[in-house]
């Protein structure tokens, strides 16, 4: 069984930075698709980013620029880093991981999920 555990949210200013990490165990995901999702109350989960199991990445439009996925093969899971925080960027974010190695945008093509970490951007 796997299990995916987010780290690293927390509270930001408005143009700020955070870093959000992902730890898999019960199975080795680094040549599998793994995404980042998000949600914000009273909303439907949406893509924020994916990396696919031959590393390519792929970002949503609203954050393109300012976050950056990538491979942490050392906990067997992915980092997106965030930078230029906007009051809109403020959710849950969700680690995501697929049982195959292409990258998917959809909520309901990834097979295992995190708890979530909540975000928040305020000044």
């Known amino acids: 069984q796997v299990q995916l555990v987010e780290s690293g949210g927390g509270l930001a200013q408005p143009g700020g930075s955070l870093r959000l990490s992902c730890a898999a165990s019960g199975r080795t995901l680094s040549s599998r698709a793994m995404a980042w999702f998000r949600q914000a109350p009273g909303e439907q989960r949406e893509f924020v980013a994916a990396t696919s199991g031959g590393g390519y990445t792929y970002y949503a439009g609203a954050v393109k620029g300012r976050f950056t996925i990538s491979r942490d093969n050392s906990k067997n899971g992915v980092d997106l880093r965030m930078d230029s925080l906007r009051p809109e960027d403020t959710a849950v974010y969700y680690c995501?991981?697929?049982?195959?190695?292409?990258?998917?945008?959809?909520?309901?093509?990834?097979?295992?999920w995190g708890q979530g970490t909540q975000v928040t951007v305020s000044s």
């Open positions: 995501a991981g697929r049982s195959r190695a292409d990258l998917r945008t959809t909520p309901e093509m990834y097979d295992y």
